[in-house]
């Protein structure tokens, strides 16, 4: 249960102590998030070049959700970054950040979707994708209306994740205090995990109500972990499911879960 969980793991994937990678996938994505692209004196362009790079490199990925702060502040960078994205040889998609300030309406725009949005995957993984900020950054609960009315339309399907940048518990130094939220997760059995960025110096693991929490640190902007990383999940055929952290330099695995 510990959040800076990042002892590197020397063992082979296949397993490590209670941690154990289904051996054949229904289901694979990635996560990372924190890119900043265009933060003042930071070499951005390089770390999304090595990020998209490294994922470019995985095999048999399903889908990658930027998971906010996306770009840093001034509004232009929004449509640079898509262009980056774009080079991904997989489909992605975007959640928004505090430093994600541009309008409502350029997000639609721009990403051709809501800054809230769902789909479903292979028919049978809901995924969902939540705002907490807006356009003056604030730092926001996720609304509850569309959290629980997607959390309803999935609720038959065998697996649902959630992705929101902020955490919805202060339990970290920069989370808001969002008990609606945290209930409302915690009331879906099928609800497997809920991701988060934002917290660039966190990397690991939190439980509420036995539902797991996980952060992927960053891979951009100029502070945090040492290590720009990245968080890879998979859904085993049989149901099971396990997630990493993965170094964008070199691929070294520095924690494992299994949900």
Known sequence: MSLLGSSLLTLPLASFGKFEIPKAASLRFITASDGHYGQPDTDFESSHRQLIAAINQEKNVDFVVFN????HDDPKWMPEVKKVYDTLKTPYYTTRGNHDRVSEAA???IWGRSANYGFVSKDQHGIILASSSNEKGEYLCVDVGFLKSQLEAYKDLSHVFLFV???QNDWTRHGVPCEEVLNLIASYPNLKATFHGHDHDVDGIMLYKKKPFLWSGH???SWGNPFPSYRVVEVGEEGKTATYLKT????????????
Do not use: E, M, P, R
Not at 248 to 259: R, S
């Open 219 to 221: 891979f951009g902007g």
């Open 107 to 109: 997000w639609a725009q």
């Open 68 to 71: 906010g702060d996306l770009i």
């Open 165 to 167: 940048h902020i955490s």
């Open 248 to 259: 964008v330099k070199d691929g070294i695995v520095l924690n494992g879960h299994n949900l």
